[in-house]
């Protein structure tokens, strides 16, 4: 129920944010939207409890449904949410989850991640891309705009985790940031 919630919440954030971002008078980084869906996955791998399956099931079905809503080729986004989940659970979850500047520092990693996955998984399937040059200004101002709305997307997620803790301990260590 908890990986639903946040996955029901980050698919309402995504259409809300990429309704709005495009209509915000940024100039340049209006032409690229925060990774919304690459810092639920990282969260869902961070923070997974019993193992990866439950956090790479909420990974995939955030990455399928922004494909839908998107418009990229079904299972694009699965697939490199579904990566950058793997990654995000093999690290060090106790250190990268606490602090603001740690939080940003880990969504900019992650943002990047997340780029360069995607851009290796459309490669790899022979996908349209850009030029080099395009795909690096998108993956550098992607990771800019991620690293902004970073640290108020995870405590959002981490009110989630308090909502669903059984006890007074587990709420506190969710509203800290502590990993389980």
Not at 20 to 25: E, N, Q, S, T
Not at 68 to 84: D, E, I, N, Q, R
Not at 111 to 117: F, I, Q, S, W, Y
């Amino acid at each position: 129920m908890r990986t639903a919630t946040i996955v029901f919440a980050a698919y309402l954030l995504a259409i809300v944010l990429t309704a709005v971002w495009h209509r915000l008078p940024i100039g340049m980084i209006a032409q690229s939207a925060p990774d919304i869906g690459a810092l639920t996955a990282a969260y869902l791998g961070l923070t997974a409890r019993r193992g990866l399956a439950p956090a790479m099931g909420g990974a995939v079905v955030t990455g399928y449904l922004l494909d839908l809503v998107s418009g990229t080729p079904a299972g694009y986004l699965a697939l490199t949410l579904a990566l950058t989940c793997v990654i995000a659970y093999g690290t060090q979850r106790r250190i990268l989850v606490r602090g603001t500047a740690m939080t940003i520092a880990f969504s900019g990693f992650v943002a990047t991640v997340a780029g360069v996955l995607g851009w290796a998984v459309r490669v790899s399937q022979g996908m349209p891309r850009s030029a080099v040059s395009l795909e690096l200004q998108y993956v550098v101002v992607g990771t800019l705009t991620t690293m902004l709305l970073g640290p108020p997307i995870w405590r959002g997620f981490r009110r989630i985790d308090a909502a669903f803790a059984r006890t007074q301990r587990e709420r506190d260590a969710a509203l800290e940031g502590l990993a389980p």
